[in-house]
Every structure is written in structure tokens, then in C-alpha cells.
């Protein structure tokens, strides 16, 4: 998801989650909730920032736009994601 | 519309917290837990049968205790993580040694021969309420680690927290140091030993795992750093015990899994630390690492609880004072809004 995210610069979590269940060849309606609670947690600690937010009037569910912080950045040179 | 989607917004950080805390509830329930079955054990056969004399094989006892601690954490985080369908990610996490698992590798080192091994030692040496208090100490070290190492901040309020902590530890170890529980046998520094090891241990493991664990799935995390540490007591520690000295340590592991008693008290006490961990985790996501920490810190008041029930006894004066103390200063420490974390966490570019 990190590395997604520093591809995209900054994106809504609903193209993230769509980019990274093609990547690992999942769907259904738990890896979509399993991905969302990955970027509230890499939000949680920092390493992405909410940068925006819409509501889907389709779903009726908040959206988000993420970012990656700089924190986040120094993170991934730490663990050679970057 | 726009009120609206501020009224979702709001419902969704609510929703939030409220999985947040009741993951920290169930941390510190577990968490205290954990202190009746790990203390049970000490009096259940083949652990029972050795000498308050030997403190030789009281010690290798403590670390056939923490190895088959660590196998059966595993086992049941296996399943966890089975259920999920995230052991494929676990390989994955694994195997990435030189740059993400060797930071779980640092960090069951620290957590296993260190804090497990020290709570069983104190647990054993001088009492589970010791043992449970005593650790309170862990995010003092875990801060000046990361302040040390990662150049993390530590703001004002931080810093009053930990001193506050500080004078709970003082409480606690006082009377042990002036003589006052000295006399119940000349052994008991080796639970302090233990206590002080436990709380080094947790801290340190903490601010090192973080280092993985923010670039990793949690649970996944948690798996591995155990994995870690059933190897390093399996192929190192124990095997070289085994080699150097006449200790029976065969036979402990052997009548551990053979013993009914043993091995249910065994198994409780790792079902409880695999869920705390693993509750402990899910609300750093939902309510941030400093709140998660201050509720599931109150686990010293769980075991306090749970002893009492357990034993009809109320504890030692001095150790009730020092978990107020250290409870006070665990809320005083994380009583930043989660929306700080991330300012808090951020680091020098020249960092680590």
C-alpha cells in the first residue's frame, strides 16, 4: 500500500484499494474492509496523512484522500521499500 | 450536504475510538490475566518439585517456561492469522530478513530473554503483582530509546508522565531495597532482577519492532517476531544449556507437555498473551499508539484485581501506591490526541 501510495503521490483510498486487489488478485467485500483498516492504521501512526475526504452518495460511506508523510518516506528508506 | 459528510465524518472517528478502546480494554484484561496462569505454573509439578535452593534450575525452568510460552503464542497466532487469511503475507514478511524481519528478529531478543523471561522470573521469585507492576516501567525506556536512537520527541507532558512512572518504580523497589521484604529469602533479587529485565525488555522491544511494524501487517508482525524467539531459545539457549551444564531440561519440556496441570495453565497463560498482543495492536490503529497504551497500561490494576479474587489476599501496601503512581503517570505520558502522534513521530532526516 505504501509503495502504491508513493507511485500515486497522493490518491482516494476506493483507486488504492481497487490497485492493490489487482495486484494481489483478491475481491470481495473482507479484503475491501481489510484494506481500509491498513490505511487507518498507516494513517494512525503517521505514515500517510488524510488529505481530503467525500462522501459517496452511491454507498453512503466517507472517502478519503491519502498522502505519504515524510515520516512515512524515512520509514520505507529504513525497511528498503524506497 | 456539506453538514452532512462533517456528521459522517464525526460518526466515522467515533465509531473508531470506540473499537479502539474496547481493544485496549481487552489488552489490559488479557494482559492481567496472563499473571495467574503464568504464576500457577510455578506450582504445579514438574515446577514445583524443584528446591527454593536451586536457583540454578528455577532459571533454566524460566526459560523452558518462556520457549514453550513462545511455541504455543505461536500456535495460537497461527490460527489467528490462518483465519484471516494472512499467513501468506507472513511468508512474505519473513523471508525479507536483511531489511524487515531482522528488526523482529532484534525485537524477540528483547521481548523473550528479556521481558517474558524476566515476568516469569519475578513472577516466580516474588509475586505476579510484582511482576504486573513492575513492567509499568516499559514505556519510559521504550521513550528514551526512541528518543535516543530515532531522535523521536518527547514533549513536556511526555516527560512529566515518565517521571511520575519513575516515582511509582521507587515506591515499588524501595521497601525490597531497604530490607523490608528482604528477609522472605535471599533469593528474592532475582525477581527484582527479573521485574527490571521485564520492563528494559518491553520498552526496547517495543521501539524496535515499531520500526518493522509500521511498514507491516500487525498481526502478521507479531507472528514473526515470535517465530524469532522459538528459535532462539530452541536452537541456541536451550541446546547450550543442555551441552554445558547437567541441568534436567529435557525432562522439563517433557513432563511440561505430559502434565495435564501443567500444560493447561501453559496454554491459558499463552492464549492470554497472543490476544493481548494482538488486541493491543489493533487499537494503536484506532485510537493511536499513546491512548492504546495508557488503557491497556491498566492492566496492572486487572491483575490486582484478578490476584486478589484468585488468592483472597490483598497485595503489599507499597505495591497498590506504585500502581497508582504508574497508572497516573501512563495517562499523564499518552494524554496527547491521537492526531498528534504523527508530529510526534516525525523524525530528523538523519535519523537512525
Known amino acids: ?82 | 450536504m456539506s453538514s452532512y459528510t462533517d456528521y459522517a465524518l464525526r460518526q466515522h472517528f467515533i465509531r473508531h475510538q470506540r473499537w479502539g478502546f474496547r481493544w485496549a480494554i481487552w489488552t489490559a484484561v488479557l494482559w492481567g490475566a496472563w499473571y495467574i496462569p503464568g504464576t500457577a505454573l510455578w506450582y504445579e509439578y514438574p515446577y514445583n518439585i524443584i528446591s527454593s535452593e536451586d536457583q540454578g534450575q528455577r532459571l533454566v525452568a524460566t526459560a523452558v517456561m518462556t520457549w514453550i510460552h513462545a511455541i504455543a503464542v505461536f500456535i495460537f497466532l497461527a490460527l489467528w492469522n490462518g483465519s484471516l487469511g494472512k499467513l501468506k503475507d507472513y511468508g512474505r514478511t519473513l523471508v525479507r530478513f536483511r531489511k524487515i524481519s531482522k528488526w523482529y528478529a532484534l525485537a524477540s531478543l528483547f521481548g523473550g530473554p528479556m521481558a517474558i523471561f524476566g515476568s516469569y522470573m519475578a513472577m516466580g521469585f516474588v509475586g505476579p503483582v510484582f511482576a504486573a507492576v513492575t513492567s509499568l516501567f516499559y514505556p519510559v525506556v521504550g521513550a528514551v530509546i526512541a528518543r535516543l536512537w530515532y531522535h523521536e520527541k518527547i514533549s513536556g507532558q511526555a516527560a512529566l508522565g515518565m517521571a511520575i512512572i519513575i516515582m511509582g518504580g521507587v515506591v515499588i523497589y524501595g521497601p525490597g531495597l531497604f530490607g523490608e521484604v528482604g528477609n522472605e529469602g535471599s533469593y528474592v533479587w532475582l525477581g527484582y532482577l527479573g521485574g527490571i529485565l521485564s520492563a528494559i525488555g518491553w520498552g526496547a522491544e517495543g521501539a524496535v519492532a515499531s520500526r518493522a511494524m509500521d511498514v507491516t501487517d500487525p498481526d502478521v508482525g507479531i507472528q514473526c517476531r515470535f517465530s524469532f524467539e522459538i528459535l532462539f531459545w530452541g536452537l541456541l539457549v536451550l541446546p547450550a544449556i543442555m551441552l554445558l551444564t547437567e541441568q534436567p531440561v529435557w525432562f522439563l519440556i517433557q513432563e511440561t507437555l505430559l502434565t495435564p496441570a501443567a500444560l493447561t495453565w501453559m496454554l491459558l497463560a499463552s492464549v492470554c498473551h497472543a490476544f493481548c498482543y494482538t488486541a493491543f495492536y489493533k487499537s494503536f490503529s484506532l485510537i493511536g499508539v499513546s491512548r492504546g497504551e495508557a488503557i491497556g497500561n491498566l492492566y496492572g490494576v486487572f491483575a490486582v484485581i484478578f490476584v486478589a479474587i484468585v488468592t483472597l489476599e490483598l497485595p503489599e501496601w507499597y505495591f497498590l501506591v506504585g500502581l497508582v503512581f504508574t497508572i497516573v503517570g501512563s495517562f499523564v505520558m499518552f494524554r496527547e490526541p491521537a492526531e498528534a502522534v504523527a508530529e510526534l513521530r516525525s523524525v530528523t532526516e538523519n535519523a537512525g
Open chain 1, 1 to 82: 500500500m505504501l509503495v502504491l501510495l508513493e507511485q500515486q503521490q497522493i490518491e482516494w483510498d476506493d483507486r488504492l484499494i481497487d490497485l492493490a486487489m489487482q495486484e494481489y488478485e483478491l475481491e470481495g467485500r473482507y479484503w475491501l474492509n481489510h484494506f481500509r483498516i491498513i490505511l487507518d492504521e498507516l494513517a494512525s501512526a503517521g505514515l500517510i496523512t488524510r488529505e481530503d475526504h467525500r462522501l459517496d452518495t452511491v454507498t453512503d460511506r466517507l472517502i478519503f484522500q491519502y498522502a505519504l508523510s515524510g515520516f512515512g518516506r524515512q520509514r520505507m528508506r529504513d525497511t528498503g521499500l524506497l
